[in-house]
């Protein structure tokens, strides 16, 4: 069966560090690409960033509202994704998920790609 | 104000149809692939249309997707009360170079 779990939430002070961990099983994790989405409360989901495969370069890429506060890692050994947030705000508040990346076949130049499976979401809440 | 317009709520009677809109751009829906997601309360996100129009396995055929242009729709047919929930589309965003997720809409099933 295939499981992703998020742990690693809690409560922070604003300005302060977390790391969440996506411990996974079930499938080959290094063959996958990893990414992370979250949810404040009451709001819709947002997509934070996704890791390629260490066959791809290891390469991230983040949307603009983390780039350079968040940054996502791999440990392929131990099949888990990391999210690294730094200089944490109020409005980090919200839901953090880990999902894998699959991809389809796709006309050339366009993108096939959706998340599945998902993780039960880990909460971190950023409050002094 | 998110890349990808869907309308907040909707709402049908058990047995009715329900569609959902996704509006998007060239950049994104017109020229990649559109994947649904749905959420119950209180729980994860979970995938439910996937390559436009296909559904994973364990989704009855009452979902359904499709896409004309820089346009998708979610169709669920025969309604249910279990249908209740939030429902997201989402693709990438090829200009933007990020993965782009409609604001999500509230799926009431009078």
């Known amino acids: 069966e295939v499981q992703l779990v998020e742990s690693g939430g809690g409560l922070v002070q604003p300005g302060r560090s977390l790391r969440l961990s996506c411990t996974t099983s079930?499938?080959?994790?290094?063959?996958?690409?990893m990414n992370w989405v979250r949810q404040a409360p009451g709001k819709g989901l947002e997509w934070l960033g996704f890791?390629?495969?260490?066959?791809?370069?290891?390469?991230?890429e983040y949307a603009a509202s983390v780039r350079g506060r968040f940054t996502i890692s791999r440990d392929d050994s131990k099949s888990i994704a990391y999210l690294q947030m730094n200089s944490l705000k109020t409005e980090d508040t919200a839901a953090y998920f880990c999902?894998?990346?699959?991809?389809?076949?796709?006309?050339?130049?366009?993108?096939?790609?959706?998340?599945?499976?998902w993780g039960q979401g880990t909460q971190v809440t950023v409050s002094s | 104000q998110s890349v990808l317009t869907q309308p907040p709520s909707v709402s049908a009677a058990p047995g009715q149809k329900v569609t959902i809109s996704c509006s998007g751009s060239?950049?994104?829906?017109?020229?990649?692939?559109v994947s649904w997601y749905h959420q119950l309360p209180g729980t994860a996100p979970k995938l439910l249309i996937y390559?436009?129009?296909k559904r994973p396995s364990g989704i009855p055929d009452r979902f359904s997707g499709s896409k004309s242009g820089p346009s998708a729709t979610l169709a669920i047919t025969g309604l249910q009360t279990g249908d209740e929930a939030d429902y997201y589309c989402?693709?990438?965003?090829?200009?933007?170079?990020?993965?782009?997720f409609g604001g999500g809409t509230k799926l009431t099933v009078l």
């Open positions: 999902t894998r990346v699959q991809w389809g076949e796709a006309t050339v130049g366009a993108t096939n790609a959706w998340f599945d499976p």
């Open positions: 079930g499938f080959t994790f290094s063959d996958s690409v």
């Open positions: 890791i390629r495969r260490k066959a791809h370069g290891g390469t991230t």
């Open positions: 060239s950049s994104n829906i017109e020229n990649n692939y």
């Open positions: 390559d436009n129009n």
């Open positions: 989402g693709t990438w965003d090829t200009s933007l170079s990020v993965w782009v």
